[in-house]
């Protein structure tokens, strides 16, 4: 195949090359594009047999996908659709996905279901926020084993930084859109997250569930390579 190989279709060009550059292949973003469209776009994955996975589904999109290939794996909570090329493997590693609390779970299994995805283990532990600090204290234990914590907040967006100095791993920071009306839709907690006082905490976008699970993917293929 060409680096850039086209797929045939007058709405994408697929990259059949981002494995070999990246790890991983293209993924599929769906929100904003027509059931054809995804339709589409997977199949061609899947002709070229790699992993189909796309990401922030809606309930038609979904509902499509799961006709036209019943052997995928819909997740309702995280959004996502993966329809896997060949055996799935040895998960490698430990993510630990952390939330402050429920309403962040969404985003959180987004980010689970990433890692998973691309081969790593991916466990969760829900609703430890500072509101009642002692609930993330009795997990140090636990933080401490991880080899990358992700960790999803909204409203202040404050558990990060306190993940961040009880553990010697990268700590990858979620915004969520979580909270009340200063939080301008996760605006808040993003900005309290970069201006972390905590070292080794590194931030993404807001609601990036995707994008912390694929980062913390790309670490743990580092720590254990194949």
């Not at 995805?117 to 500072?130: E, H, P, R, Y």
Request: one cysteine or more; glycine letters at 12%.
């Amino acid at each position: 195949m060409n680096d850039l190989q086209p797929a045939g279709l007058d709405y994408a060009t697929l990259d059949f090359e981002r494995a070999t550059r990246c790890g991983f292949p293209e993924v599929v973003f769906g929100e904003g594009k027509t059931v054809p469209w995804t339709l589409g776009v997977v199949q061609r994955l899947h002709d070229a047999e790699q992993t189909a996975f796309v990401t922030r589904v809606n309930a038609e999109q979904a509902a499509a996908l799961r006709l036209a290939y019943p052997a995928g794996v819909h997740d309702v909570l995280a959004r996502t659709f993966v329809l896997r090329a060949g055996d799935i493997g040895i998960s490698l590693g430990d993510v630990l996905v952390v939330t402050a609390g429920t309403g962040d779970l969404p985003v959180a299994h987004e980010a689970k279901v990433t890692a998973e995805v691309m081969g790593a283990n991916a466990t969760l532990i829900v609703d430890v926020g500072v509101a009642g600090l002692h609930r993330i204290i009795k997990q140090v234990p636990r933080l401490r084993r991880a080899d990358v914590i992700i960790v999803v907040a909204g409203m202040d967006g404050a558990l990060p930084s306190v993940v961040g100095g009880l553990v010697d791993c990268p700590v990858v920071a979620v915004p969520t859109s979580i909270g009340y009306g200063a939080a301008f839709g996760g605006v808040a907690a993003l900005l309290t997250m970069l201006n972390s006082c905590a070292a080794g905490v590194a931030v993404v976008n807001i609601d990036a569930g995707f994008k912390a699970g694929e980062l913390a993917a790309r670490i743990i293929r580092r720590l254990h390579p194949r």
